[in-house]
């Protein structure tokens, strides 16, 4: 957990909600060692993939069975502190994509997001906040997909300028607005 707290350490925010983002990962890691851990059930980190195509027009996206909307791959930290692998393990298990070329050299953005109250699996989920740290990659878009169907329920290549009326999540369409900003620097 060291080498992560380091890396937010050094992370460069990129506007002040990052800022503050970045202050509240910092001190919840610092009073919470179990804080790559589901089990902390008030919050816990997360890695995301923002994966575009090589022209830079498209954006890998999962349906998510759960928020019934188009959205980043993504998942827990449980208990690993790699957060990048995470995001790698994260797109090859949802949507049998690898190979994937990093964009920027480790954290490409970061977010505390809410995560409402749902059942998975057939059992209740509280109310949480997700510690995201996200990571940009390249990949080809023609090589083929697949669904992991306890998951999503669909996978593909979503037009950058389709994604707002792709994302019935509303309160992430600004954080994915950001990341279309962020992406066009790489």
């Known amino acids: 957990m060291k080498k ?8 460069k925010p990129y506007n002040r909600q990052e800022d503050a983002d970045k202050a509240l990962m910092l ?4 009073r919470n060692p179990d804080a790559l851990l589901r089990s902390n059930k008030a919050a816990h980190f997360a890695a995301t993939a923002w994966v575009v195509n090589k022209d830079r027009t498209k954006v890998l996206m999962v349906y ?31 949507t049998g994509l690898t190979g994937l070329k990093p964009l920027c ?14 059942i998975k699996k057939g059992r209740p989920v509280a109310s949480h906040l997700h510690l995201d740290v996200e990571y940009l990659f390249e990949a080809d878009d023609s090589l ?14 979503v037009n950058i300028a389709d994604i707002n009326s792709a ?9 994915y607005a950001l990341l279309v900003e962020k992406a066009k620097k790489y």
Do not use: C
């Open 64 to 94: 998510h069975n759960i928020y019934k909307s188009w959205a980043w791959s993504g998942g827990h930290a449980d208990g690993e502190s790699d957060l990048e692998a995470v995001a790698r393990r994260e797109i090859a298990e949802e």
């Open 27 to 30: 001190e919840f890691m610092e």
């Open 4 to 11: 992560l707290y380091q890396q937010l350490k050094e992370y």
């Open 167 to 175: 994302v019935t999540e509303e309160k992430m369409k600004p954080v």
């Open 144 to 157: 083929p997909l697949r669904v992991k169907e306890d998951e999503n329920s669909a996978v593909s290549w």
């Open 105 to 118: 050299d480790g954290i490409f953005a970061i977010n505390v997001l809410t995560v409402e109250r749902h």
